[in-house]
């Protein structure tokens, strides 16, 4: 089945160890989104793809970058984490047609935490 | 600024029909996504809504009215399985995907 699919599902890290997560996809959609969601939160949108354009939140902390070396694959890197980088870490695509985009589709997320 | 506003808790009854309201407030509007999110797991998407009326998707409805800033999310026959966070999200000018905090619902027998 085409998917979404998200490793590890559980990182634990410590305090200002750098993490890297990673994503990658079989649907072939040309957009890739990371979020972070804090729980009871709404998703944070930190950075997304538009094939190969990189697009930055503007609040998104320097703390944490992205690649993304084809168009299946997606690594979202924090360089130094804190406690409240604990978080669970989403990965989503959808594709455009006609300059619009359709639904998202979800990995199930990896859940960090930070010691 | 871009808001999104939806219940934060709601309860039912196994069995009932509850309604998950959601009123939004965003620099234009490109549709409205209802996702469906169990404790602990990613969103899976419910519907999607663009023109004004309600789609029906067998026991979920979802409604929207453009000019009112609403939408709301119909569950029918509740089962104990739908216990799980509602996630209202309206795509704005900038094809961007503005979130609300999600409701979460609780189904009791």
């Known amino acids: 089945d085409a998917m979404v699919i998200q490793n590890p599902r559980y990182q634990v890290t410590q305090f200002g160890k750098p993490v890297t997560l990673s994503c990658s996809q079989t649907?072939?959609?040309?957009?890739m989104y990371w979020y972070q969601q804090k729980s009871s939160q709404a998703p944070k949108l930190l950075f997304h793809?538009?094939?190969?354009?990189?697009?930055n939140e503007a609040d998104t902390p320097d703390n944490f970058q992205s690649r993304r070396p084809n168009t299946s694959f997606c690594f979202l890197d924090i360089r130094s984490p804190g406690l409240g980088d604990a978080a669970m870490y989403l990965c989503?695509?959808?594709?455009?047609?006609?300059?619009?985009?359709?639904?998202?589709?979800f990995g199930p997320g990896t859940r960090l935490t930070v010691l | 600024g871009q808001n999104i506003d939806q219940p934060t808790e709601m309860t039912a009854t196994e069995g009932a029909i509850v309604q998950i309201n959601c009123t939004y407030q965003?620099?234009?509007?490109?549709?409205l996504f209802w996702y469906q999110q169990h404790a602990g797991e990613a969103p899976t998407f419910l519907s999607y809504?663009?023109l004004d009326g309600l789609e029906e998707k067998g026991r979920f409805s979802s409604f929207l009215s453009r000019s009112k800033g609403y939408s709301y999310l119909l569950l029918k026959e509740l089962q104990m399985k739908d216990s799980a966070s509602y996630l209202c999200?309206?795509?704005?000018?900038?094809?961007?995907?503005?979130w609300g905090a999600g409701t979460k619902l609780i189904i009791k027998p």
């Open positions: 965003t620099s234009g509007f490109n549709g």
């Open positions: 649907l072939n959609h040309n957009v």
């Open positions: 989503a695509t959808s594709r455009t047609s006609g300059g619009s985009y359709n639904e998202q589709f």
């Open positions: 793809y538009y094939d190969k354009d990189f697009n």
């Open positions: 809504n663009v």
């Open positions: 999200a309206v795509m704005d000018s900038n094809y961007q995907l503005i």
